[in-house]
């Protein structure tokens, strides 16, 4: 299931004529060839990993709106310049399961596994695991590695969190400063439009297995 041509034009429209009236002019578009080939692919990646140990399923119900929530910001846009939708061992949006996102854009787009911003308890344990089991961690890491996928550092505490300072020079400190527990992939426009997207995408979930099977236990 490959993404058309038409919704990396529609969204490069989006961006220059981010209105309600030129949205309703264009809803269409954006239902057939926006929408519709983002759905079935989350439902196509869905079907190929139904044979897993821990199979992740997605498809309508997954996808956020594309309107945007403007109440607390400067940018009155109404709209996002992008569709994304989730991945997940129960079928929902919920966010505090381990999940993969999926962010398509005019440019291309990326894919991201892992959890994104885990409530304060959440993080605290996984924190506490990655001392306590520090091989099996590293395990994980180098699982990773192989794989070429790292931490996303991009938000990270500067100082060891709080609770944590004892362990500056543990092995894993840098990763306990992570606030987000995230590795990811871009995937350029061409690679979207290929019918071997979904074929990227399933590999890219069982590339980043061994996290989420971590963020699980």
């Known amino acids: 299931m490959a993404i058309p041509v038409e919704a990396f034009e529609f969204f490069a429209a989006l961006s220059r004529h981010n209105n309600r009236d030129w949205y309703l002019e264009n809803k ?7 929408k519709a080939p983002f759905v079935s692919l989350l439902e196509e990646v869905s079907l190929r990993l139904s044979g897993e140990i821990a199979p992740l399923r997605g498809g309508a119900g997954t996808i956020f709106r594309l309107n ?5 910001s400067h940018d009155k846009s109404p709209y996002k310049t992008h569709i994304a939708g989730l991945l997940t061992e129960s079928g929902s ?3 505090t399961e381990p999940l993969v996102y999926l962010h398509l854009d005019s440019s291309g787009g990326f894919l991201a596994a892992g ?5 304060t308890d959440s993080l605290r344990a996984l924190r506490n695991r990655m001392i306590e089991d520090e091989s099996g961690f590293s395990e994980m890491l180098a699982s990773l590695g192989d794989k070429g996928l790292e931490f996303d550092r991009s938000e990270a505490t500067t100082m060891m969190p709080r ?3 004892d362990y500056s020079k543990h092995p894993h400190s840098d990763f306990i400063k992570l606030k987000n527990l995230i590795v990811r992939q871009d995937v350029p426009e061409d690679l979207w439009a290929d019918e071997k997207i979904v074929s990227t995408v399933v590999n890219f979930v069982l590339s980043a297995s061994p996290l989420l099977r971590f963020l699980r236990n």
């Open 163 to 165: 609770g944590f300072a």
């Open 28 to 34: 269409s578009l954006f239902d057939q060839k926006v």
């Open 93 to 95: 949006k919920d966010p």
């Open 68 to 72: 945007r929530d403007v109440r607390f």
């Open 115 to 119: 959890l994104w911003q885990p409530g």
